[in-house]
């Protein structure tokens, strides 16, 4: 696939020292160590982690630390899938919504999270919002999952590629989005309003509730149109994070048409 261009949304790294994200595995780390936005405090690999990052380490203000993979689930913990690459880095800075909604088109849509808290979960989502160009992922800052760990891992550098937008408050944000000429499609099992076929304006922000919970009430009151995806197996619903993927794909094509 070829690598898209960055968003024009500028996201330079905070520069807190005591603020740090732990990203580890393979391409969640090159897609940091490649992004001139961010910040790098340290790198910590293994042998075979090192051999795998050889090309990356151009931009770095010190040289990665050699590590054994023992030291480095010592850091992580024994669930962390690091694949032998640990990087700390500085945050991105905070994206705003007002400049999000400035560079939507119809061919990249806004995703938006509604309490999506499982962060494997907002990981794939990211993935798939990058696969698929959108504009931006928007989530609560309550209720969401740290940006880094898992998430990123889940990501495979989306994050890096993806603004994410952080929202106070979600109804008043799907206000703003609606006010900006911006069709809101939340994605709802309990509809007769197929995704593929609805009335369909663009550009539009795919709205996507928690597993088992769904949209909440003021959520899907905030929506233009409610759809789901067409089924037809004994299994009527996908997870948040495939219904998320054919979704946006579903979107991709209909946009273009």
Do not use: W
């Not at 160590?33 to 795998?52: K, M, P, S």
């Not at 990981?123 to 992922?137: L, N």
């Not at 994605?187 to 597993?211: K, Q, R």
Request: aromatic share 2%; with cysteine.
């Amino acid at each position: 696939m070829k690598n898209r261009k960055k968003p024009a949304t500028s996201r330079k790294a905070s520069a807190t020292p005591a603020q740090m994200e732990r990203i580890y595995g393979v391409h969640a780390a090159r897609a940091v160590l490649a992004n001139g936005e961010r910040r790098i405090l340290a790198v910590y690999a293994t042998r075979n982690g090192l051999a795998r990052l050889a090309d990356n380490f151009a931009p770095l203000p010190n040289p990665p630390v050699e590590v054994s993979p023992d030291q480095l689930t010592r850091k992580l913990g024994r669930e962390a899938v690091h694949q032998g690459i640990l990087v700390e880095a500085a945050p991105l800075a905070p994206v705003g919504l007002d400049e999000t909604l400035a560079g939507v088109s119809a061919t990249n849509p806004l995703v938006v999270l509604d309490q999506v808290t499982d962060p494997h979960n907002v990981g794939a989502v990211m993935r798939s919002a990058a696969v698929f160009g959108a504009r931006a992922v928007i989530m609560t800052r309550r209720n969401s999952p740290p940006l880094d760990g898992v998430v990123a891992k889940a990501a495979s550098g989306a994050v890096e590629h993806v603004p994410i937008v952080l929202v106070a408050n979600l109804a008043r944000a799907l206000d703003d989005i609606g006010k900006a000429g911006i069709q809101r499609v939340g994605l709802e099992s309990d509809t007769d309003v197929m995704l593929e076929s609805a009335d369909l304006l663009f550009p539009c922000a795919l709205v996507l509730g928690a597993e088992h919970k769904g949209l909440r009430r003021l959520t899907r009151e905030n929506c233009d149109q409610l759809c789901r995806l067409m089924t037809r197996g004994a299994i009527s619903s996908l997870n948040v994070s495939n219904a998320a993927a054919v979704a946006l794909h579903v979107l991709m094509q209909r946009s273009q048409t």
